[in-house]
């Protein structure tokens, strides 16, 4: 793959577990923990969550179809990433404006809230409003299309659902639309708010801990879910410029594969991974050594770490890493666009986090995470995400601009 050109990011948002925005979030990610319970609405599990707490997200419009919990992460993550570029909608209407959002449910209505009040059930509010039916409101979780609604962007509009890459991908696939010159800016990330069949689904997989996750830890045995939205807004040089605009930093590297081996489970050798990473590393133009520090997948489940693990230890020797789901959970089609996010702001700051959740070291793995806060030093980073499918997507940030 050849070098490409590197893409501005000149503004950043999140909402999860561990804030309602970017800057509460790496607060958290430096001081502890939050500690994950059993979902709100299903109090008979005993499978822990990572939910986003009331404080950061008040409760829904009833009479508003973007009212879905996933709509309402997706759209408070995309004003603050707005605000963060300075700017508002006005400045946008003659602009070419792309939204490309990764999901893997969107927070797709409860089955059991279908079943019990039917497909075609509308409930009148006085005498001009209505609540959508939870048939209607499970149509209706199209963050790619709510966004561009929401603001009246009229450039291109998708939404990327490639299990849990798709938030990874999204930041990616978005790049080449600022590149070929089709857009002057890209609303890019991604968002998944909890799902009760997603959640059944992975606790039926045997793979969620009935504990606080414990990403490549010996006593590592499954992963929590969690939910939010991270969102970047990429720019064009030529937009920028006119706007006297500095970028936050550059999506340098992108690359993606498949694994092609198995419905749920990684490749043993990760070949997909490996492929996905040269892939990342040929587009950035950089070496291995050029990175800083890696922020892991790290679900906390056996076989992902696993070959974690064996990739830094061949690919990345002595290059420092850690998983932040300690801190979200993992937040499934959000989860490559939080630690997007998170990996720039690590940057940023020339230090990144603890690896929550980490203590006993595994005498199977070649390579451990950080137990502490970490010094780093450098100016590109890289951050991957594995999905189902064996989907792999792999990105490379800098705050160094090497046009």
């Known amino acids: 793959m050849n070098r490409q050109k590197p893409v501005p990011i000149s503004g950043i948002g999140c909402i999860c577990a561990a804030g309602g925005n970017l800057s509460d979030c790496m607060d958290t990610l430096f001081t502890r923990a939050p500690i994950p319970a059993p979902p709100r609405s299903c109090p008979e599990s005993q499978h822990p969550v990572f939910e986003v707490a009331d404080r950061f997200l008040p409760e829904d419009n009833p009479v508003s179809l973007a009212g879905t919990r996933a709509a309402r992460l997706d759209l408070k993550a995309t004003e603050e990433a707005l605000a963060d570029a300075g700017l508002n909608p006005d400045m946008l209407r003659d602009k070419k404006v792309g939204v490309m959002i990764g999901t893997n449910v969107s927070g797709g209505v409860s089955n059991r809230s279908l079943q019990r009040q039917g497909a075609g059930e509308v409930k009148e509010i006085g005498s001009r409003f209505c609540c959508p039916s939870p048939a209607e409101r499970f149509l209706a979780v199209n963050p790619a299309q709510w966004i561009a609604r929401h603001f009246n962007f009229s450039g291109p509009c998708q939404t990327i659902v490639n299990a849990c890459s798709a938030g990874g991908d999204a930041i990616g696939l978005a790049g080449a639309w600022i590149r070929s010159g089709r857009c002057d800016m890209v609303i890019a990330g991604g968002v998944d708010a909890f799902y009760e069949v997603t959640y059944y689904g992975f606790i039926a997989l045997m793979n969620c801990d009935i504990e606080p996750c414990k990403p490549f830890d010996a006593r590592r045995n499954g992963l929590n879910l969690g939910e939010g939205a991270g969102i970047m807004v990429l720019e064009s040089d030529r937009m920028l410029a006119h706007r006297g605009k500095k970028a936050r930093a550059f999506v340098s590297g992108y690359g993606m594969a ?45 076989d992902n770490d696993r070959i974690e693990s064996h990739l830094f230890h061949d690919l990345f020797p002595g290059v420092p890493f850690g998983s932040t789901k300690g801190y979200t959970g993992h937040t499934l089609g959000a989860s490559g666009a939080i630690e997007a996010a998170f990996t720039v702001s690590c940057l940023e700051r020339q230090q990144a986090p603890a690896s929550a959740g980490f ?26 995400t594995l999905a189902f499918g064996g989907n792999n997507s792999v990105l490379i940030f800098t705050t160094e601009n090497r046009s």
């Open 258 to 302: 498949s694994d092609a081996y198995h419905f749920t489970a990684p490749d043993p050798d990760a070949g997909g991974l490996r492929l996905a990473v040269r892939d990342a590393l040929d587009s950035a133009g950089v070496r291995p050594s050029d990175i800083a520090f890696i922020n892991a997948h790290g679900t906390g489940t056996r």
């Open 359 to 384: 203590s006993e070291p595994d005498p199977e793995l070649p390579v451990h995470p950080v137990r502490e806060n970490t010094p780093i030093c450098g100016t590109m980073a890289l951050s991957e």
